[in-house]
């Protein structure tokens, strides 16, 4: 177990739709990162936060969106989601803004249907 | 910007034989280096980082891997296998402190290793 919790565990959904996907993470952690795992582009990383204020962004669309709440959890908001969009999602935290390991969550299965 | 690539996509291995998955790196700045494992439907959990410091890197369930700068690899060894290491293994990449100190946490991942032990 990594500290690291995110829920729901699964969602299906239908195209067009909007969900949340929602973070905790260690204590004492204060970056939260969102990478996205998908057959065809493997693991890529979307966005990093770091004590509430966005710190980095990578391949994140304009559809998706994510904040960190003053608790320090975060969430990633998808809409108007495509079936392309259908992947794990994952969320990993660590302690410094960089230069340390990122302990990861069990991910957020999403379906796109 | 860094990019990591793995050499083999799949590796089949007898049980208690040694093992390499190989890793080579690109980036035109310093960088910190990681191996990640991942079973089957479960996150990822950290085997071992390089940071600074002494070049060979030994992490948890007997792997190490080694840095080479010269080669920009971090390949990951161990010297004999168990069917319980059978997953999937990602090398990835972070950038190193720049000029002023400030580090960047974002991960580039390689596309990843199945490791299939077989007894």
């Known amino acids: 177990d990594s500290g690291v919790t995110q829920t729901p565990k699964h969602l299906i959904t239908a195209t067009g739709q909007r969900v949340t996907l929602r973070c905790s993470p260690r204590?004492?952690?204060?970056?939260v990162y969102w990478y996205q795992q998908s057959l065809d582009q493997g693991l890529q990383f979307l966005i990093q936060?770091?004590?509430?204020?966005?710190?980095a962004k990578g391949n994140i669309l304009e559809r998706f969106s994510a904040q960190q709440f003053p608790d320090l959890h975060s969430e990633l908001n998808l809409s108007s989601l495509e079936l392309g969009d259908s992947a794990l999602y994952f969320c990993?935290?660590?302690?410094?803004?960089?230069?340390?390991?990122?302990?990861f969550g069990p991910g957020t299965r999403l379906t796109v249907t | 910007a860094q990019s990591v690539t793995q050499l083999d996509s799949q590796v089949p291995v007898f049980e208690e034989a040694p093992v390499e998955l190989r890793c080579n790196y690109s980036?035109?700045?310093?960088?910190?280096l990681f191996w990640y494992v991942q079973y089957p439907n479960q996150g990822l959990q950290l085997l071992l980082k390089?940071?600074?410091?002494?070049?060979l890197v030994k992490g948890i369930n007997g792997f190490e891997a080694e840095f080479n700068k010269s080669q920009t690899s971090f390949h990951l060894r161990k010297p004999s296998v168990h069917i319980s290491d059978t997953a999937e293994y990602f090398c990835?990449?972070?950038?190193?402190?720049?000029?002023?100190?400030?580090?960047?946490?974002?991960?580039?991942f390689g596309q990843g290793t199945i490791l299939t032990v077989h007894p």
């Open positions: 990993a935290s660590s302690g410094r803004q960089g230069g340390d390991e990122q302990y």
């Open positions: 990835a990449v972070a950038q190193g402190p720049n000029a002023g100190g400030t580090s960047y946490g974002k991960l580039t």
């Open positions: 980036s035109s700045v310093s960088v910190y």
């Open positions: 204590s004492g952690d204060l970056s």
């Open positions: 390089y940071l600074s410091g002494s070049t």
């Open positions: 936060y770091y004590n509430g204020e966005e710190r």
